[in-house]
């Protein structure tokens, strides 16, 4: 068995590997890591590749952003979701600890992965921390109806029937002009997130011309307004919602409820099995939310590390 980062797989290799694992999510697909290399110059993205005899027998999606002689190290970048995929534990463990002994090179001056797939805590070297992080995960029924009657609460069944009754129109965006509105709502939402936010628009309009791969980018206009509006991914039995803007005017008819009704939709029609709301970053409104919506608690291991000198020099 060997292990390797790997840049220059094919996309139906990864494909096929990664389409057989029901925990497989977005981030795994190669569509993924495609947009994140045409939207990032600076990011080198690849794989940590376990192979028996040339046959593919494990894969984890990385990237390294270079910082003149250094690098992070990142599985994956923007806090979502890299963790190896791997029919033998045996594997997944050999791949996860290449992945460590990556970050040991003394020019990684940091490095992070998100390990969705992998319950409890992780067994890391010395230097790695581990902590719990959340998102909000809807079990789908088999019908809409289903989940409307024992999946949101009344209360938000009843606000995505007012928004029918207004005339309140949910549909995925077409176009330059749909996509030019888009951003502008993600921008002023955007502005007050810190941390990675904005996104540069070039990446959303790769994201854009993904749609037969799993990328939806769904509005809900009252007339030509749009009211709300999100981007989702399909991709085998998971969905995914990621990021999302909405104006002060959404608020008079709940358009972020109803918006994710009909995501949900889109979901089960697809036969997906789980739709992951993501995380609330601690934020009580955003988890009474994503509960009344049918999300539940998944708990799953984030592994980090950061070398202390550059922990010293960002606090001087």
Not at 11 to 21: I, R, Y
Not at 22 to 34: C, I, K, V
Not at 114 to 124: A, D, K, Q
Not at 284 to 301: C, H, N, R, T, V
Request: glycine residues 10%.
């Amino acid at each position: 068995m060997e292990t390797r980062f790997e840049t220059d797989l094919s996309h139906e290799e990864v494909l096929e590997f990664v389409s057989a694992f029901e925990g497989a999510t977005f981030f795994h697909s190669p569509a993924w890591l495609e947009i994140l290399a045409e939207s990032f110059p600076r990011f080198e993205c690849g794989w940590l590749a376990a192979r028996d005899g040339g046959r593919l027998a494990g894969l984890m999606p990385v990237v390294r952003v270079v910082k003149g002689p250094a690098f992070m190290l990142h599985s994956l970048p923007f806090g979502t979701y890299g963790d190896p995929l791997a029919s033998d534990p045996a594997v997944k463990k050999a791949v996860l600890d290449n992945f460590f002994s990556m970050a040991s090179s003394p020019r990684c001056v940091g490095a992070a992965a998100n390990l969705i797939g992998l319950r409890g805590e992780v067994g890391t070297p010395r230097g790695w921390k581990c902590r719990m992080e959340e998102c909000r995960i809807i079990t789908l029924p088999d019908s809409l109806e289903e989940y409307r009657s024992r999946g949101m609460s009344r209360k938000r069944r009843q606000l995505c029937n007012r928004c029918e009754r207004e005339g309140v129109v949910a549909r995925k965006l077409e176009g330059e002009r749909d996509l030019e509105m888009f951003y502008d709502i993600y921008l002023h939402s955007a502005l007050g997130w810190g941390g990675v936010h904005p996104y540069p628009k070039e990446f959303f309009e790769s994201l854009f011309l993904r749609g037969s791969e799993g990328v939806c980018f769904w509005g809900a206009f009252i007339g030509d307004s749009l009211l709300a509006a999100h981007v989702d991914f399909y991709f085998g039995r998971t969905a995914q919602a990621w990021q999302a803007g909405v104006t002060p005017r959404a608020h008079e008819y709940d358009a972020a409820a109803y918006l994710v009704m009909v995501a949900v939709r889109e979901a089960i029609g697809r036969g997906t099995s789980v739709f992951n709301l993501g995380s609330s970053s601690g934020g009580a409104g955003m988890i009474f939310f994503k509960e009344s919506m049918g999300g539940a608690e998944y708990l799953y291991p984030v592994v980090e590390k950061s070398r202390r000198w550059l922990e010293w020099l960002k606090r001087r």
